[in-house]
């Protein structure tokens, strides 16, 4: 019986580019996640351990940064056909690309530079109840509110210890996942309307703070929150730093003026804290 090597295919999966283009004060992002499966002449690859016909997968990578910055991302379609062409053509060994992107939809806040991700959100609510007329809370929420801004934010002035590495920034992206959770003081609201006008308050706080740290973002939120909505006293916000590197073009000729992202998954900071008005009543039961 003869052992022989079957189909096979190699490439980079789940590149997390996000693209940003400037029209005056007026952003635009692309945000996509790109896998590339290349095949052709691997045997060698497989059979005597010959790399001389792989595109490694880092390379692969580059690749789809240096095209978001070089050709923008119009449609992913469009944006599919050029890296797999690419791919292709350049490429002797490589005899047939899969590029597969998924696009992540952003809607504007307000202003130039502020986005909500379309999808994904949960809205919560917890509800505790002795019977009527006992002892009753309500706590709504929302999870997984994606939420980005392309410039407004710095980070400097922090800690340096020994293994700091951190270098200072006096503009970056800031990107989090908003989970938010606030008490109401009664049990009679207009519970739909209630919770779009904690949202939106929310989500103005987040596009109008001029941010030095997530920190500084999540108190602002959440006093937005409290200064507006009277009906609620107490709003616990837990807030991913969904960090967004800018991928060091240089090496391939380009510069990068806060163009070409790289969306990291994790790890990932994670920024939680409470904001109360000093005369909510005390309920800690209505958490559990
Ligand atoms: O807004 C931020 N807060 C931090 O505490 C922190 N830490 C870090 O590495 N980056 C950031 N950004």
Redesign the pocket.
């Known amino acids: 019986m003869a052992i022989v090597l079957g189909p096979n295919r190699y490439g980079k999966a789940e590149t997390r580019v996000v693209r940003v283009t400037r029209d005056g004060g007026v952003h635009h992002v692309k945000d996509v996640n790109v896998s590339i499966s290349l095949s052709g002449a691997m045997d060698e690859a497989h059979l005597s351990g010959d790399n001389a016909a792989v595109l490694p997968t880092d390379s692969q990578k580059n690749t789809v940064f240096a095209f978001a910055k070089k050709h923008g991302i119009a449609t992913i379609e469009e944006f599919g056909l050029l890296l797999a062409r690419h791919f292709v053509d350049s490429q002797p060994t490589i005899h047939h690309a899969r590029v597969e992107i998924h696009e992540f939809a952003w809607e504007r806040i307000e202003g130039g530079h502020s986005f909500v991700r379309k999808g994904g959100e949960t809205r919560t609510a917890l509800v505790h109840s002795d019977g009527e007329g006992g002892a009753e809370s309500v706590v709504s929420g929302l999870r997984d509110m994606v939420v980005l801004n392309t410039t407004d934010s710095e ?1 400097h002035g ?1 800690v340096q210890d020994q293994y700091t590495t ?1 270098e200072p920034t006096d503009d970056r992206m ?1 990107a989090t996942a908003v989970t938010a959770h606030w008490r109401h003081r009664g049990t009679t609201a207009a519970w739909d309307d209630s919770h779009r006008a904690a949202r939106d308050r929310l989500l103005r706080a987040f596009a109008e703070t001029y ?1 030095l ?3 500084q973002t999540l108190y602002a939120m959440g006093r937005r929150v409290l200064d507006e909505c009277a009906g609620i006293c107490e709003i616990r916000l837990s807030m991913p ?1 969904r960090h967004h590197f800018l991928v060091d073009l240089e090496p391939f000729g380009m510069d990068n003026d806060n163009e070409v992202y790289f969306a990291a998954d994790r790890p990932y ?1 994670l ?1 939680e804290g409470t904001v109360l008005t000093d005369d909510a009543p005390a309920d800690p039961s209505a958490w559990n």
């Open positions: 980070f922090f951190l800031l941010s740290s997530l920190q730093n900071g920024i």
